[in-house]
C-alpha cells in the first residue's frame, strides 16, 4: 500500500520558518515528480511546488516564489519544502502528492501550517 | 494564473445525475488534455476520480465520468449515493511556467 506521510507543521510567528517533510513508504519516489498543495482552512486546494524525480528542475506558484523552497532526498525516499519569511496568508493544511503524469495519484494526509502571532 | 470557476454548490437525490462545470482558457483547461478531478470528504486528503479528461483510475466507480468542450470540462456522478457527498475540484495543466491550477470546488449534496 502506498502511504504518503506529512510532517513539520505547526504553530510559527510572521516571518519565521519552518520545514515540512513528506515521507513515503510502498513505492520508492525517484522516478516520480513530485508536488506540494495546500488548501487555507475552508478554502479550495492551491498548487505550491513541484519537484522533477531528479531533484534538479522546480517549479513554483507566483505566491511563494522567492521564499519557499522544495527539495527531494531519492535515497531516503523523502520530499521536504522550506519555507522561509512565512505570512498569514500561507496558513493551511500542506499535502505533498505524486505526479503519475500532470495529475496526482496519491497524497499523504496533510500537515497544518499556521502562521500567527 | 487564475483559478478554474467551478459552481459553489450542486445537488442531487438518490440515483439522480449531477454535473459539475469547470471553466477555463485556452491556456489551461482547452490547451492541453491534462484535466483532473478529486474528491475530498471532509477533514480527509483529496482523492483522484478522473484524469486527462476522461480517463478512470482503476476502483472509481463508473458512475462518475469525465468530458470538455472547449475551455469547460465537466465531471458526471450518475446514480448519485450518499457516499459521494463531498467537494470536488478540478485541475489543469497550464504549461511549465506554472503547471498546474485548480478549480474553485463545488460541494455535492445528496439530498
Known amino acids: 500500500e502506498v502511504q504518503l506521510v506529512e510532517s513539520g507543521g505547526g504553530l510559527v510567528q510572521p516571518g519565521g520558518s519552518l520545514r515540512l517533510s513528506c515521507g513515503a513508504s510502498?513505492?520508492?519516489?525517484?522516478?516520480?515528480?513530485m508536488h506540494w498543495v495546500r488548501q487555507a482552512p475552508g478554502e479550495g486546494l492551491m498548487w505550491v511546488s513541484r519537484?522533477?524525480?531528479?531533484?534538479?528542475?522546480?517549479v513554483y506558484a507566483d505566491s511563494v516564489r522567492g521564499r519557499f523552497a522544495i527539495s527531494r532526498d531519492n535515497a531516503e525516499n523523502t520530499l521536504s519544502l522550506q519555507m522561509n519569511s512565512l505570512r498569514a496568508e500561507d496558513t493551511a493544511v500542506y499535502y505533498c502528492?505524486?505526479?503519475?503524469?500532470?495529475?496526482?495519484?496519491?497524497w499523504g494526509q496533510g500537515t497544518l501550517v499556521t502562521v500567527s502571532s | 494564473q487564475s483559478a478554474l470557476t467551478q459552481p459553489p454548490s450542486a445537488s442531487g437525490s438518490p440515483g439522480q445525475s449531477v454535473t459539475i462545470s469547470c471553466t477555463g482558457t485556452?491556456?489551461?483547461?482547452?490547451?492541453?488534455?491534462?484535466v483532473s478531478w478529486y474528491q475530498q470528504h471532509p477533514g480527509k486528503a483529496p482523492k483522484l476520480m478522473i484524469y486527462?479528461?476522461?480517463k478512470r483510475p482503476s476502483g472509481v466507480p463508473d458512475r462518475f465520468s469525465g468530458s470538455r468542450s472547449g475551455n469547460t470540462a465537466s465531471l458526471t456522478v450518475s446514480g448519485l449515493q450518499a457516499e459521494d457527498e463531498a467537494d470536488y475540484y478540478c485541475?489543469?495543466?497550464?504549461?511549465?511556467?506554472?503547471?498546474?491550477?485548480f478549480g474553485t470546488g463545488t460541494k455535492v449534496t445528496v439530498l
Open positions: 510502498g513505492l520508492t519516489i525517484s522516478r516520480s515528480w
Open positions: 519537484i522533477s524525480s531528479d531533484g534538479r528542475n522546480a
Open positions: 486527462e479528461v476522461n
Open positions: 502528492a505524486i505526479d503519475s503524469g500532470r495529475y496526482f495519484t496519491y
Open positions: 485556452s491556456s489551461d483547461v482547452g490547451g492541453y488534455n491534462y
Open positions: 485541475c489543469s495543466y497550464a504549461g511549465n511556467n506554472s503547471p498546474y491550477v
